[in-house]
């Protein structure tokens, strides 16, 4: 059975950061891409940061050179770390991976930043 678990979302000022955390099981995360999806409040959830099997990194517009998606290299954890967040940031944050025909969420994890 395939699992995703988030953890490591909070409060932060304005310009703070974060570390969001994903452990995965059932599947392995060095032979699938793993995504981190943002969704703000009353907004469609948008795709942030994606990682690829071969380990290339992909990142939304809003959030490139703010955010940095990595993988462990022995477990099956991935992460998103988020530097100078602002309140556009705030909102649920998913990680996502899609295998064969199904997608796999994670349960959410609630970053909110104050200005």
């Known amino acids: 059975q395939v699992r995703l678990v988030e953890s490591g979302g909070g409060l932060v000022q304005n310009g703070g950061s974060l570390r969001l955390s994903c452990i995965v099981i059932?599947?392995?995360?060095?032979?699938?891409?793993m995504n981190w999806y943002h969704q703000a409040p009353g907004k469609e959830r948008e795709l942030v940061a994606s990682i690829t099997a071969a380990g290339e990194t992909h990142y939304a517009g809003a959030v490139k050179g703010r955010f940095t998606i990595s993988r462990e290299s022995a477990g099956n954890s991935f992460y998103l770390v988020m530097n100078n967040l602002n309140p556009e940031d705030t909102g649920d944050y998913y990680c996502?991976?899609?295998?064969?025909?199904?997608?796999?969420w994670g349960q959410g994890t609630t970053v909110a930043v104050s200005s």
């Open positions: 996502h991976t899609h295998f064969f025909e199904d997608d796999y």
């Open positions: 059932g599947i392995g995360i060095r032979v699938n891409a």
